[in-house]
């Protein structure tokens, strides 16, 4: 039996070892499903993709969103909304054009 040593932060150890004893594994034994898996599949058992919700302007355009006051009025929304600078990644065409909503989005909100 082989040793395989690896050097990792220790927040992301700590981490890991947590997700693993939240589904009943140590790490040593998540690592060993992972190479299992890696063999298996003859490459990585997940696809590797960056989460466009990370990207640095899409943090920047969150970050701006959540210090921003409540507009009082929708015109003062929609003028705001208008002057955004919105990242072309941040939500899909579907998403961005849901029609009408019969709702108040603000409802229950407090500055």
Known sequence: MANIQIKVDDSLRD????????????????????????????GLPFQPIADPYYSPANQRYLERAAL??????WDDFFAALKDADVPADFLDTAERNQGAQDRDPFVGWRE
């Not at 693993?20 to 790490?27: F, K, P, Y």
């Not at 921003?68 to 009025?73: G, L, N, V």
């Open 68 to 73: 921003s006051r409540k507009p009082a009025t």
């Open 15 to 42: 981490n890991a070892q947590f997700v693993a004893s939240q589904i009943g594994l140590d790490v040593a034994t998540a690592v060993r499903m992972f190479l299992v898996q890696m063999v298996k599949v003859n």
